[in-house]
């Protein structure tokens, strides 16, 4: 199983940015897909995840009205749509996968991790 996440890169506060997240290995459906951040300095923390494709998405309180996660069944992808981005949306962007689906999303553990890809948002 693996995970590469791309998108990232440099926006300026108030743009937006589109992560992906394309699966290999398996097939994802029936699995839980989950966004995690780090940054600087800071622990991990938790985005954005779906429990299984057609279940539902959640969202991290501050997140929710900013950014939407989505998957693409056909093409083994996850996808984080970021918008109005701030400074502090400034970290390395994970996504994590677990076939125990609603399990993981309430645990917030994942088996699968993907490599991580960095978003800087200038102000």
């Known amino acids: 199983v693996q995970l590469q996440a791309s998108g990232g890169g440099l926006a300026q506060a108030g743009g937006s940015l589109r992560l992906s997240c394309a699966a290999s290995?398996?097939?994802?459906?029936?699995?839980?897909m989950g966004w995690f951040r780090q940054a600087p300095g800071k622990e991990r923390e938790f985005v954005a995840a779906?429990?299984?494709?057609?279940?539902?998405?959640y969202y991290r309180d501050s997140m929710k009205d900013r950014f939407t996660m989505s998957r693409d069944d056909a093409k083994n992808t996850v996808y984080l749509q970021m918008s109005n981005l701030k400074p502090e949306d400034t970290a390395v962007y994970f996504c994590?996968?677990?076939?125990?689906?609603?399990?993981?999303?309430?645990?917030?553990?994942?088996?699968?991790w993907g490599q991580g890809t960095r978003v800087t948002v200038s102000s």
């Open positions: 290995g398996r097939t994802f459906s029936g699995y839980a």
């Open positions: 994590a996968a677990d076939p125990r689906a609603l399990q993981a999303v309430i645990s917030g553990t994942y088996n699968y």
């Open positions: 779906s429990s299984f494709s057609g279940g539902s998405t």
